[in-house]
């Protein structure tokens, strides 16, 4: 079995995408690119390639992998 990713997006703005054969997803570190404006990359890397979503934030925190758990 091929591990999938799909990703959506709705409120006036869509986007879906399928990734098959997915084997990392990892987040860059945050950067604050002007005051009060952090940026990170969020990667998914595929057999077929990678994408790249470019994520902006008010605060670093809001950028960090939380577990299940937190």
Do not use: Y
Not at 5 to 24: R, T
Not at 32 to 41: H, I, Q, Y
Not at 42 to 61: E, H, K, M
């Amino acid at each position: 079995m091929k591990t999938v990713a799909s990703i959506s997006f709705l409120d006036n703005h869509s986007l879906s995408m399928d990734m098959e054969a997915v084997h990392q997803i990892e987040i860059t570190p945050p950067m604050e690119v002007d005051t009060g404006l952090w940026t990170a990359s969020l990667l998914i890397r595929a057999d077929s390639g990678t994408v790249a979503i470019q994520l902006l934030a008010d605060d670093p925190t809001k950028l960090e992998i939380k577990t299940a758990t937190e």
